[in-house]
């Protein structure tokens, strides 16, 4: 998946066997064989509060 294709509230994209990306839903089950994998891509690095000075 290039970055150009990672929408910018981030993703769950599911590597199949068979070598293609399914994108998942937010809240989504699926099955995976041995080889797949998932992969979670977060919006930002985050953070909490204010930087400091």
Known sequence: ??????????CTPARCFEGQNEILPGCAQT???????ITVITPTGGGFGAPEA
């Open 31 to 37: 099955m995976l064989e041995a080889g797949e994998a």
């Open 1 to 10: 998946m290039s970055s150009a294709a990672i929408p910018l509230g981030g």
